[in-house]
């Protein structure tokens, strides 16, 4: 754990701009206000860059920007979609606000947020590490990106805490066999369903939601399975199990595109 914090300011440190990847389906959970307080202390410019775009609505999308663009400037990117990496090239020119040479850009995030992806849609094809840097962290390279933009490419992600096994569960870092609480895991997908996409929770699961909450919901969903012990119980954790698999396999999305 300690390790991986050194790595992430070494990061900070070296770089003239941070992104800070998130995944656009969980922006709020997937940034980190600590980090982002020790960015406003060093002074460091950084972009909020929603990746994942192509998997969340544009209503919602305006909503996040608009909330994130008050703490730094936000760009969407998917990268599998090819999306944004322009508009952040500029973007990170226009920030970093650098004439006379290069700009080095370090990049940070969670695991699963895309990281590695958001560097390679920004690079693109054909493009090699040009050299590693001497008395850096070890296996830390420069990454030519071209338009005076370069890369740290470095395992830069910020590590969990034991409080965040909920949002592992939702970016699917950890699956239903490592997870200590699936039942907890399940119904945070099940409150994160009921905000955006009621209608799929009850088509996919054959089940009718009234004004039941999440733990009601996960035993109606229980039922539905004959997910059942001896005695005629339901077996809740066979029921979080089966949720947390379908969400992580994109069975069910957070909203309605």
Request: glycine content about 8%; overall charge neutral.
């Amino acid at each position: 754990m300690a390790s991986q914090k050194m790595i992430v300011m070494d990061v900070i440190k070296k770089a003239d701009v941070l992104l800070e990847v998130v995944d656009a389906r969980f922006p709020d959970d997937t940034r980190n206000s600590e980090i982002e307080r020790e960015l406003g202390r060093l002074n460091k410019p950084f972009i909020i860059v929603l990746n994942k775009c192509d998997l969340v609505s544009k209503e919602s999308l305006e909503k996040a920007k608009n909330r994130l663009s008050k703490i730094a400037p936000a760009i969407f990117v998917s990268s599998k979609e090819k999306f944004g990496t322009t508009m952040l090239r500029y973007k990170i020119l226009e920030v970093a606000d650098i004439q006379d040479r290069n700009i080095t850009v370090g990049c940070i995030g969670y695991p699963n947020t895309g990281k590695s992806s958001v560097i390679n849609s920004v690079v693109g094809r054909g493009k090699a590490p040009t050299s590693s840097i001497s008395g850096y962290t070890k296996g830390v390279q420069i990454i030519n990106a071209g338009s005076r933009i370069v890369f740290l490419d470095s395992p830069g992600v910020f590590p969990f805490d034991e409080h965040d096994e909920y949002i592992q569960g939702l970016l699917g870092i950890k699956d239903s066999t490592h997870l200590k609480d699936p039942i907890g895991v399940a119904l945070k997908i099940i409150e994160r369903l009921i905000e955006g996409n009621k209608e799929q929770l009850e088509s996919f699961y054959n089940v009718s939601i009234r004004d039941e909450n999440s733990y009601d919901i996960l035993e109606m969903i229980g039922m539905q399975s004959n997910y059942l012990k001896k005695k005629g119980e339901i077996d809740e954790t066979r029921a979080a199990v089966k949720i947390i698999n379908d969400w992580q396999k994109g069975y069910l999305l957070a909203e309605e595109l």
